[in-house]
């Protein structure tokens, strides 16, 4: 999405080692984690995934409780390297994020993939997972959804080696491009998380339903096609269970409908004409009203005063949402 979030960002980058071993437990309690730990794990093709991906540890992490993995996706802009979507994603594992806030508060392990975004080939929204990116045969991308979903399956794995016990579900959460990304991944794998928390997604998520109005709405607006797209139907009612959190500012007006990376000409079309141009309310409201209608479990919020951003208060109901949702 067009935001001034890649600029921040950039000038708040730094730079770790490749590895960071797990800190020393506390001499005095030692199933519990000492200090902050940041972990990376190298790509495994054979096991599913293509691309590097980041543990994070907050300190306090209890190894004798069974916790939930908390899953935030990256959305660091338009670049053709590798270790520029790293700085990034090391950058919102560990220093500032929905997901890192959350992971502090909860004390639970934070995972973020180190997804490219090419700006050569800039109509793939790979941090969206929009619909080029679905259809894609481009073997390092295609099926971003299923490789996420290995990676996720590696770090249990890797956690529990090392004495941490894991729920099977998991979190999920994300702002903007990567909360978009949650609510897509949520539809097609609602069976394997256990909670979605997604905020600043342009006041529009992917419907539950195959049509609207009498037409036809295709992934990413609806799933008219998913089944084909996937080989597999949607599991509408794993979704319908879903606690989810979608919310919103009040003042944001950052659509990324009107960006040729994130949306087609014709599914702009049918947005502006079905759904409306207004973020928040009109197309918010549609969207809710779809949801509500098809019984998702839903809870839609919107947050006054605030653009295309989170603050103190959208962070602690994010951390308490998910809290809710511990047992």
Same mark, same amino acid.
């Given at each position: 999405m067009r935001t001034l979030l890649a600029v921040?960002?950039?000038?708040?980058?730094f730079s770790c080692g490749s590895h960071l071993p797990i800190q020393g437990n506390d001499s005095e309690n030692p199933s519990v984690l000492a200090a902050d730990t940041l972990l990376k794990f190298a790509a495994k093709p054979e096991a599913g995934f293509n691309f590097e991906y980041l543990v994070y540890l907050p300190k306090g992490l209890q190894s004798e409780v069974t916790n939930h993995l908390l899953v935030e996706t990256t959305n660091t802009g338009l670049n053709d390297t590798l270790s520029y979507h790293e700085k990034g994603a090391r950058y919102a594992a560990s220093v500032s994020s929905v997901g890192n806030f959350a992971s502090k508060k909860l004390q639970i392990p934070l995972l973020v +993939?180190?997804? +490219?975004r090419s700006q050569t080939n800039w109509a793939y929204y790979t941090h969206a997972l929009d619909r080029d990116v679905l259809l894609t045969n481009e073997v390092d991308i295609k099926r971003l959804d299923l490789q996420l979903l290995a990676m996720v399956e590696d770090a249990k794995k890797q956690l529990r080696s090392k004495g941490y016990k894991l729920e099977d579900k998991f979190f999920m959460t994300g702002f903007s491009a990567s909360g978009t990304f949650a609510n897509r991944f949520t539809l097609l794998h609602p069976e394997k998380v256990k909670a979605a928390a997604m905020g600043g997604i342009n006041g529009i998520a992917t419907l539950p339903v195959a049509d609207l109005a009498g037409e036809p709405l295709y992934y990413p607006l609806g799933i008219a096609d998913l089944q084909e797209i996937t080989g597999k139907p949607v599991n509408l009612e794993a979704f319908r269970k879903l606690p989810q959190l979608?919310?919103?500012?009040e003042l944001d007006d950052n659509d990324a409908v009107a960006f040729d990376d994130a949306y087609s000409e014709e599914e702009r079309e049918v947005v502006y004409r079905l759904m409306g141009k207004q973020l928040v309310p009109e197309r918010w409201e549609l969207v809710k009203k779809v949801y509500l209608q098809n019984k998702v479990q839903a809870d839609f919020r919107i947050y006054p005063d605030i653009g295309h951003g989170t603050d103190l208060r959208i962070n602690n109901e994010v951390v308490e949402f998910f809290r809710q949702h511990t047992n």
């Open positions: 921040v960002l950039t000038s708040l980058f +993939p180190i997804f +490219p979608l919310y919103m500012g």
